[in-house]
């Protein structure tokens, strides 16, 4: 089956660091996705990671274990606009992107 | 350049009537893809368009049906409305390369159009 947990819901401090854990069960797998979204707007593109290991862009980074079905997704100095959800999807071996539920991430001043 | 573009904003409709949502990809984009979010939930992938056909699809009743036009934008249609069919429907497009590099897999997603079956 098709399986991705990620925490529900967290909350963060304004300027800390927060990292979002992704864990993943699908049927093969083509590369991880993380995407942003804020209340009643569409999802924005954030990282792609196929190969092992982290990627960094700017204040984020994206970390990906194809052995454990592991990712997380690392926001540095963080911000109020951060507050939103975070999408992490897997692309399966049929090319299926498989999302799950989102984490409802709180900045708090 | 214009991004993805998705129209109508807002529609309701009453249950068993039937709707059509049109999507219009990203320039240079050639695949469409189609998701229904439920508040609170993430997408859910409905079916794939490339090349004018269904490429792949989820676990979706043959109610929801789709197209894709020669200029690659597509139409998402949905028959015998059901109040669960509430959600907000999202058109993402990606390129597709013969390579299959990594920037073929990024995905941009439209606005979306909210759905409420009343």
């Known amino acids: 089956g098709q399986n991705i947990d990620q925490p529900t819901e967290m909350t963060a401090t304004e300027g800390a660091i927060v990292q979002i854990n992704c864990t993943y069960q699908t049927s093969g797998f083509n590369g991880l996705f993380w995407y942003q979204q804020h209340a009643g707007e569409a999802p924005t593109f954030l990282s792609y990671?196929?190969?092992?290991g982290l990627e960094e862009k700017g204040r984020f980074s994206s970390f990906l274990s194809r052995s454990k079905g592991y990712s997380y997704l690392l926001l540095k100095e963080l911000q109020m606009k951060d507050s939103a959800s975070y999408l992490c999807a897997v692309r399966s071996r049929d090319d299926k992107i498989i999302f799950g539920k989102g984490t409802r991430l709180h900045i708090l001043p | 350049d214009a991004g993805v573009t998705q129209s109508p904003t807002h529609l309701i409709k009453t249950r068993g009537q039937q709707v059509t949502l049109r999507c219009s990809p990203k320039s240079g984009h050639d695949t469409v893809s189609w998701y229904q979010q439920a508040l609170g939930q993430g997408p859910q992938f409905i079916f794939q368009?490339?090349?004018?056909?269904?490429?792949q699809r989820g676990n979706f009743p043959d109610r929801f049906s789709g197209h894709q036009f020669p200029n690659y934008s597509s139409e998402l249609n949905v028959n015998a409305l059901l109040l669960g069919d509430s959600a907000l429907y999202l058109c993402a497009s990606s390129p597709t390369t013969l390579t299959r590099s990594r920037s073929s897999y990024e995905q941009y997603f439209g606005p979306g159009t909210r759905l409420t079956v009343t």
């Open positions: 990671n196929v190969l092992d």
């Open positions: 368009y490339y090349e004018e056909e269904e490429r």
